[in-house]
């Protein structure tokens, strides 16, 4: 597929679609950010993810970094088991969920 789109479905609700990949993520780094700008709770559903690598990890873990520093809250919905596994073998499965300050609260 080689391609990746986010959709903002309102109200703070993002869906990623397509692939997380080294080729496709790049441009979503700042256009992410910009489009969550004006949200303090974000939810990402990541269901519609077809393929992904390391780089999608990074993505969102850069997208966790990016929502503390900032004091937003950010959190995953239905992420890839690849991206799970990636993350646990890399030892930062923890930080998908750095991001959930409201956890609990949903």
């Given at each position: 597929m080689d391609t990746v789109t986010l959709h903002d479905d309102g109200?703070?609700?993002?869906?990623?679609?397509g692939d997380l990949t080294f080729r496709t993520v790049g441009p979503l780094?700042?256009?992410?950010?910009?489009?969550?700008?004006?949200h303090s709770r974000i939810i990402i559903d990541l269901s519609a993810v077809q393929q992904s690598d390391s780089a999608g990890l990074s993505l969102l873990i850069e997208w966790v970094t990016w929502a503390n520093h900032s004091?937003?809250?950010?959190?995953?919905?239905?992420?890839p088991q690849r991206l799970i596994n990636i993350a646990s073998i890399s030892e930062v499965e923890d930080l998908l969920e750095a991001g959930e300050r409201w956890r609990g609260f949903l």
């Open positions: 109200d703070g609700n993002f869906r990623v679609e780094l700042d256009s992410g950010q910009k489009r969550f700008e004006p004091v937003r809250e950010i959190r995953y919905k239905q992420i």
